[in-house]
């Protein structure tokens, strides 16, 4: 019989390591209620200064929940994810830190915004700028067959700091298991976030997730795969967007430039200051490679979805 568990917000590590004692065991079918912390591990908070973005502590980052050792998976199994429900718990910050982001070179400052979630739906960001909250984890997967210490940042074949958006309530992750037991971990949970992330944090939050695991048994996939429920986007659909492209010969450069006009146009067009725009593309602007095979030139796209702009 599935049963139903709980695992604290205390209960955390912050590195991949397959040698870790499992917080949790538990079986296919089984659902379990994580809290996690946001991305800084309470380094930030609410109101805080943007000065603590420039003195974080690194080694205390990405504090995971997990892990969770699934009875019965094995390597070259699936881990199934069924993303149930996530809760944001009132509040989120959105950040530039010095040395990281698409555009460092150009905002090499810290720089902070606070987000007031209590209301569960939406949340303002500055006057006639309302954004719908649409909640999932930055990080989630299980631990990597290497043996030893692993930085979280980087995304794997096993899952880890993917941060796509669209791992929300509704949609099943499938994960390649690469050692017993799986060893699931989850964290760096976002209220919000555009594809591309690009300043570097999307809307930093503590969340509250239920999740119901199952196992596909010699599934033999190599990296995750995911499954949603409906529509992408459906909470910025209706009103259209406004985007910018970026074109030449180096896929990253393209997305800088496609970013760089973004800005240029929500400075002039909407009154935001460059920082403030930034973190508006970073939270709900979505990058998008529109074209890759007329070489030797692609175009990359940034879209800015016009209903967050009240009338």
Same mark, same amino acid.
């Given at each position: 019989m599935a049963r139903e568990h709980t695992l604290d917000e205390a209960k955390f590590h912050c590195q991949w390591d397959n040698s870790l004692r499992p917080a949790l065991e538990?079986?296919?079918?089984?659902?379990?209620?994580?809290?996690?912390?946001?991305?800084?591990?309470? &380094?930030v908070t609410p109101g805080c200064s943007a000065e603590i973005l420039s003195k974080l502590d690194f080694n205390k980052i990405y504090p995971l929940a997990g892990p969770v050792y699934v009875n019965g998976a094995q390597p070259g199994d699936a881990l199934v994810v069924e993303l149930l429900d996530l809760q944001t718990q009132g /509040?989120?910050?959105? !950040?530039?830190?010095?040395?990281?982001?698409?555009?460092?070179?150009?905002?090499? &400052?810290?720089? +902070?915004?606070?987000? @007031?979630l209590t209301n569960k739906r939406t949340t303002e960001f500055r006057p006639g700028i309302v954004i719908p909250l649409d909640p999932f984890p930055g990080v989630i997967g299980v631990a990597p067959k290497?043996?030893?210490?692993? %930085?979280?940042?980087?995304?794997?074949?096993?899952?880890?700091?993917? @941060?796509?958006?669209?791992?929300?309530?509704?949609?099943?992750?499938?994960?390649?298991?690469?050692?017993?037991g799986a060893?699931?971990?989850?964290?760096?949970?976002? #209220? !919000?976030?555009? @594809?591309?992330?690009?300043?570097?944090?999307?809307?930093?939050?503590?969340? %509250?997730?239920?999740?119901?695991? !199952?196992?596909?048994?010699?599934?033999? +996939?190599?990296?995750?795969?995911?499954?949603?429920?409906?529509?992408?986007?459906?909470?910025?659909?209706?009103?259209?967007?406004? #985007?910018t492209t970026g074109i030449g010969p180096n896929l990253y450069e393209d997305a800088q430039k496609a970013v760089r006009y973004?800005?240029? /146009?929500?400075?002039r067009e909407k009154g935001l200051s460059p920082e403030d725009a930034y973190l508006l593309c970073s939270a709900v602007g979505d990058l998008k490679i529109s074209e890759i095979v007329d070489q030797p030139n692609w175009i990359v796209s940034f879209y800015m979805p016009l209903s967050v702009f009240v009338r």
């Open positions: 538990i079986n296919p079918g089984d659902t379990v209620h994580f809290r996690t912390r946001e991305v800084s591990n309470n &380094q /509040w989120a910050w959105t !950040g530039v830190l010095p040395g990281l982001g698409l555009l460092k070179e150009e905002f090499s &400052q810290p720089y +902070i915004h606070h987000w @007031d290497e043996p030893g210490q692993h %930085a979280v940042m980087p995304p794997g074949a096993f899952g880890g700091n993917m @941060d796509i958006r669209h791992l929300h309530a509704g949609t099943t992750l499938y994960l390649p298991v690469q050692v017993e060893l699931f971990s989850v964290g760096d949970c976002h #209220a !919000g976030q555009g @594809d591309g992330e690009v300043c570097v944090t999307g809307m930093e939050a503590p969340m %509250a997730l239920t999740l119901r695991f !199952g196992l596909l048994k010699g599934a033999g +996939i190599t990296e995750p795969r995911f499954l949603t429920s409906g529509p992408l986007n459906p909470k910025f659909e209706g009103m259209g967007y406004y #985007a973004m800005i240029d /146009w929500l400075t």
